[in-house]
């Protein structure tokens, strides 16, 4: 099985017609060990929407996303590496998301490789591991106290520390953390 986390920042919440401005993501083995880490900072699309409070949460300006690579080159560049994995002919190689909210990401993704016509089938399943899920089963049953499900706030409460948060490459590194903290102390996996 394939694995990769990844995050984006973008320049609002809908994937049709809002560009990307970040994308960071890991490959990872089966034992979750890091085969590939990217940060790509990315110029929005001709025409999409970069909204003022998207720019103010990433602390960026207009100007500065503006003067990014293009996002087709970046795309270009993601694939290659994804690539050196899998076979995209095989429908049985191909990549599981890992993100945290992750349809907003996963439908991102889809949307980018649809503007460039690619299909996401050949590098992606449908599946998508989000902690999220799993951070709100165990708040409903008890077992964590924490009183946002947002990941900084989730991310303080399960290490007492914060991150840059709306960083793609901080967010990403915080997922695969809470993942692996959840996956510890909650589930019993792997025992004999």
Not at 21 to 38: H, N, P, R, W
Not at 54 to 67: I, Q
Not at 151 to 165: G, H, I, P, R
């Amino acid at each position: 099985m394939f694995r990769i986390w990844l995050d984006f920042e973008t320049g609002g919440l809908d994937a049709k017609t809002c560009g990307l401005t970040q994308l960071a993501f890991l490959t990872v083995d089966e034992q979750g060990e890091v085969l590939d880490m990217g940060n790509f900072d990315i110029k929005p699309f001709e025409g999409s929407e970069v909204s003022p409070t998207a720019l103010k949460v990433t602390n960026k300006t207009y100007d500065e996303v503006m003067g990014y690579e293009d996002e087709g080159i970046v795309l270009q560049l993601f694939l290659e590496i994804l690539e050196k994995h899998i076979n995209k002919m095989s429908r049985d190689e191909n990549f599981t998301v890992g993100a945290y909210n992750g349809q907003f990401d996963v439908q991102f993704l889809a949307a980018w490789m649809e503007r460039h016509n690619k299909k996401f089938f050949n590098y992606f399943n449908y599946h998508v591991n989000d902690p999220l899920a799993l951070v709100r089963v165990l708040r409903w049953e008890g077992k964590v106290n924490i009183p946002s499900l947002k990941l900084s706030e989730v991310y303080k409460a399960l290490f007492n520390e914060e991150f840059d948060a709306h960083d793609a490459l901080a967010d990403i590194l915080a997922t695969k953390r809470v993942h692996d903290r959840l996956v510890k102390d909650y589930l019993c996996l792997g025992t004999s």
